[in-house]
T-cell receptor, first 113, second 118 residues
């Protein structure tokens, strides 16, 4: 089945709250990436975490990776209405012969002002 | 640098017609990827190309779909004899290429082409 599955499918929070999204995958990976997609637009890269890293920060974003559980989480702190979007994780599996990413179905985040 | 450019933004075709989707990668990028996205789903990998070469087309349907990335000009995703099930958003992404197979990189996405088949 699909490598990279996000949980929950949809998340609704108030502005200022934190949002946590999870991603699970099935095979060994080189790295995992999180992307954001606004409605009707292309994806924007947020952050990449390599398989030998456990945590990474970028501004209000915090990503963790647990390779033993084959899972990752994306935390957005102090959310804003402008954070409303869909968030996707993408994995690059080991031993693949091409640099392609496999995307999950995404978490739709709604931040209410 | 204008980023990854896709055109047209919207494309309407009748069943049986051909659809041609274009993608100009970011300047200096030699790797192009095409993805398809159905409503409320994630992106599904279709094909990975470098200049004049198809590297991985494992996500391409066996019939009616083809892709190219010529030495000059944009990458083209071509769908022949379109059917209603081809209606979707098609995204192109590019990356600079690190010369090492299997190493992923940050992908830069275009805004997509929304294909509607009547």
């Amino acid at each position: 089945s699909q490598q990279g599955e996000e949980d929950p499918q949809a998340l609704s929070i108030q502005e200022g709250e934190n949002a946590t999204m999870n991603c699970s995958y099935k095979t060994s990976i080189n790295n995992l990436q999180w992307y954001r997609q606004n409605s009707g637009r292309g994806l924007v890269h947020l952050i990449l975490i390599r398989s030998n890293e456990r945590e990474k920060h970028s501004g209000r974003l915090r990503v963790t990776l647990d390779t033993s559980k084959k899972s990752s989480s994306l935390l957005i702190t102090a959310s804003r209405a402008a954070d409303t979007a869909s968030y996707f994780c993408a994995t690059d599996a080991k031993n693949t012969n091409a640099g392609k990413s496999t995307f999950g179905d995404g978490t739709t985040l709604t931040v209410k002002p | 640098n204008a980023g990854v450019m896709q055109n047209p933004r919207h494309l309407v075709r009748r069943r049986g017609q051909e659809a041609r989707l274009r993608c100009s990668p970011m300047k200096g990028h030699s790797h192009v990827y095409w993805y398809r996205q159905l409503p409320e789903e994630g992106l599904k990998f279709m094909v990975y190309l470098q200049k004049e070469n198809i590297i991985d087309e494992s996500g391409m349907p066996k019939e009616r779909f083809s892709a190219e990335f010529p030495k000059e000009g944009p990458s083209i995703l071509r769908i022949q004899q379109v059917v209603r099930g081809d209606s979707a958003a098609y995204f192109c992404a590019s990356s600079p290429g690190q010369g090492r197979l299997g190493a992923n990189e940050k992908l830069f996405f275009g805004s997509g082409t929304q294909l509607s088949v009547l």
